[in-house]
């Protein structure tokens, strides 16, 4: 019972884990990119002074040619584009995604950098449109929660490797009879034991005769009252005190 | 004399009882935390996240009106409270909103200025949204898009309330009903008191 239960706790840790790193999808589907998308013709100049009010003046000389092009595609690369099932705005043809890549590319045109575009779009959308969460205050559970999830799991799962390695092999519960004369004569050979390790114990701990102790466990016979008991039994699973097989199979078994 | 049947008793290997406090610790560090995230974030709207826009100068722009082409910036509207609208000719909630904010437009004519931007539209299909529904405030083209990016916004409709000074105050996402949009209002007009 224990086991199973620490079975499911570690297979449910790795399902949450799993759950975890995956993506939760947008309740907004693709459906409005796919209804006809306008023809971008001109855009309207940014508002350079707002955006330069929010990240700062740019870094350096304005993007061209390919470079342009490139740095555009990686860009888009790490912003989510905010109408798609997961995908970036590089991945992603819809008009949402279409329109933030120009944004991109006329951001880089101007020379902000990677990260001030970022930050422009996250003061917009928050950190929500970011492809990849900072790695910052409860962004932590995601980028660490999966980690220490897997290594907890390998964690139970060696314990209980180790716990399995160390179990005695006598805990495994021995076979049923097969009959009933067989069940009754293992019954009377495991009283027979059984008595010989009860009395051995009992002569041990309440004689101060040294030989006994010495010679360790000893039989029936050092009991008369359960040596007759074991006669009485024997006869009845044998028909004979001797414990010789019995003359014929009993009618009561199980298996008719 | 022994009763026989109960010999063999002390034999059997006792079951184990209990349970082992340091996996049970570790099952449940590890569990408990999921569970209540689980717990608290299953059912929220991912999209559905506050705008970081909240409390800050809303993003100015100058769009072209559709009606005439003529160009009406925030700036322009600066004085009295904006409510910004970004809506679609595609958008089916729209339509339904649309009556919401036209009749809210001219209850609060004196005290509210209404705009809507249209969101990746194109102009023919919007005259005839207007033509058929009415028109009861201006409506801007948003072409590439460029103020819907600086609002952030994520799909159609979705409502800004912005107060005199122009700093947004609260954000909608969905068509509002009357309810809703008096929600919303009254702070823009308490706060100009």
Redesign the interface.
Known sequence: M?RSI?SW?AA??MA?AAL?VST?????AEA?AA??E???????P??RS?IVGVVGEPSGPGLEGETLARRTHEVGLLLRC??CQGSSVSDSPS??AI??K??VRDLLAQGFDQGQILAW??????Q??LMEPKTEGLNL?VWLGPV??LV??L??VL?QLRKLRGRPD??VEPAPPSWAGDGIAA?AR??G???A??SAAAAADTTTDDTTAREGPRGPQGDP??AS?LNE?QKLAYGAADGGAPASKPTSTKDS | ??T?LH??E??R?APRTG??K??LI??L???V??LL??LFSFGN???A?????IGRDA?????ASVEDGSPVSLASLRGKPVVVNFW?T??EPCKQEHGVLTGGAMMYRDQVQFVGVVY???KPKIDAFLQRYGSGYPALL???????????????PETFFIDASGKVVSKYNGPLSPDLLRAHVMPLLEGGR
């Open positions: 224990r620490l706790l449910s840790s949450a975890l939760p999808a947008p309740a907004q409005a209804q006809g306008p023809e971008v013709v001109e855009r309207a940014l508002d707002f905010p109408v008009p949402t329109n933030m120009n944004e779009f996250e003061a917009s959308y928050g929500f449109v559970v220490v999830v907890g799991g964690v139970l314990l006598d805990e019954e495991t009283i034991g059984a008595a390790q009860t009252g359960l008991y039994v | 004399m022994s026989g010999v063999n002390p034999a290997t349970v082992n340091g996996v570790v099952g560090l590890l569990v935390p999921l995230l689980f709207d991912p999209h996240v506050r705008s970081p826009l993003p100015p722009f100058t769009l679609a595609w958008c990746e539209d194109e948003d072409d590439g898009g460029k103020t819907a990016i600086a609002y952030g916004v994520t799909g159609v």
